[in-house]
């Protein structure tokens, strides 16, 4: 069974910092592109950070260039997002989600099979 299962979440003050943690299971984590993905109140869902298949690029949403970073450890089946400098408008419920062989428009919802339950972040001010 596929599984995606985040942690890391709180409530930090505007400038904290937080590290979320995608841990994979159920499938070959090589043969998977993670991304990661936020949802505000009232918002829709926006993709944040990930890798592109074409040429193993970085995306990062405007947004939180400079501020988030994507790393992985393989050998533990887990992609983290650090998030520095947080904002009030970074507010919202992270997921990340798997993309089987991975796309080269990862930072698009409707590319990932799977996803996981969320992890809420709270920023204030």
């Known amino acids: 069974e596929v599984q995606l299962v985040e942690s890391g979440g709180g409530l930090v003050q505007a400038g904290g910092s937080l590290r979320l943690s995608c841990k994979a299971s159920?499938?070959?984590?090589?043969?998977?592109?993670i991304g990661w993905f936020r949802q505000a109140p009232g918002k829709e869902r926006e993709g944040i950070s990930c890798i592109r298949s074409s040429d193993g690029s970085t995306y990062y949403a405007d947004s939180v260039k400079g501020r988030f970073t994507l790393s992985s450890d393989n050998a533990k089946n887990t992609m983290y997002l650090q998030m520095n400098s947080l904002k009030t408008e970074d507010t919202a419920v992270y997921y990340c989600?798997?993309?089987?062989?991975?796309?080269?428009?990862?930072?698009?919802?409707?590319?990932?099979?799977?996803w996981g339950q969320g992890t809420q972040v709270t920023v204030s001010s």
């Open positions: 989600a798997a993309d089987e062989g991975g796309s080269n428009y990862c930072e698009h919802r409707d590319e990932y099979d799977y």
């Open positions: 159920g499938f070959t984590f090589d043969d998977y592109a």
